[in-house]
């Protein structure tokens, strides 16, 4: 099961699963923190960092001073595993309801109802 995380270790790993790099560096993470509005001192990244291998979402290789980082959940893993539980909290599992909601409540754009339309047709046909 992949754990929830942080509004902090979300940013975060926003930031490694952005980079186009297979190995995300500490002064990369540092820079995309501040890009976004969201300084935060080296220990305090070093902590999320940290807390981030715990839950076993980035792994560290040392090499000479620094430490390489690399994903080992993909976002769209996250994404994944965070919809199901939030469909599964939320609306007891129920898909129908989650979009009758999103419908309803006028919460897509035009443009977004015409395409999950087509992506919805697509999937019909397969």
Request: with cysteine.
């Amino acid at each position: 099961m992949i754990q929830q995380l942080s509004d902090a270790e979300l940013e975060t790993m926003k930031i490694v699963w952005g980079n186009p790099d297979e190995v995300t560096l500490f002064p990369y993470i540092m820079d995309g923190l501040a890009a976004r509005g969201k300084p935060c001192q080296k220990n305090t990244l070093i902590v999320l960092l940290s807390r981030l291998m715990n839950k076993g979402f980035l792994n560290a290789k040392k090499v000479g001073r620094r430490n390489e980082y690399t994903t080992l959940i993909s976002e769209t893993e996250y994404q994944t595993a965070q919809t199901k539980s939030f469909l599964d909290k939320i609306y007891e599992g129920n898909v129908k309801g989650l979009v009758s909601n999103l419908i309803s409540g006028d919460l897509l754009t035009d443009g977004e109802y015409a395409e999950l339309k087509k992506i919805l047709e697509r999937g019909r046909e397969k």
